[in-house]
């Protein structure tokens, strides 16, 4: 099985968290735990697997002083 590094839903990129989850169950506590950290999540299921896909917005940036 080699599942998409990306997806794309309602014009937003998410990209794949490199696990592949038995069940469902599993997959939604990842998902809830990425939520907790300002993360956009989206569940896929392929081949049985549950994939967990991901993306978070940068809201600031940091610039160095030199």
Same mark, same amino acid.
């Given at each position: 099985?080699?599942?998409?590094l990306?997806?794309?839903?309602d ?14 169950e %599993? ?7 990425? $939520?907790?950290?300002?993360? =956009? /999540?989206?569940? +896929?299921? %392929? ?7 991901? $993306?978070?917005?940068?809201? =600031? /940036?940091?610039? +160095?002083?030199?």
């Open positions: 099985m080699s599942p998409n990306s997806l794309i839903r014009a937003k990129k998410f990209m794949w968290d490199g696990c592949l989850y038995s069940t469902q %599993e997959a939604t506590c990842a998902a809830e735990a990425y $939520r907790k950290d300002n993360f =956009e /999540v989206e569940q +896929a299921e %392929e081949e049985g697997k549950f994939l967990i896909y991901t $993306r978070r917005v940068v809201k =600031e /940036v940091a610039v +160095a002083v030199q």
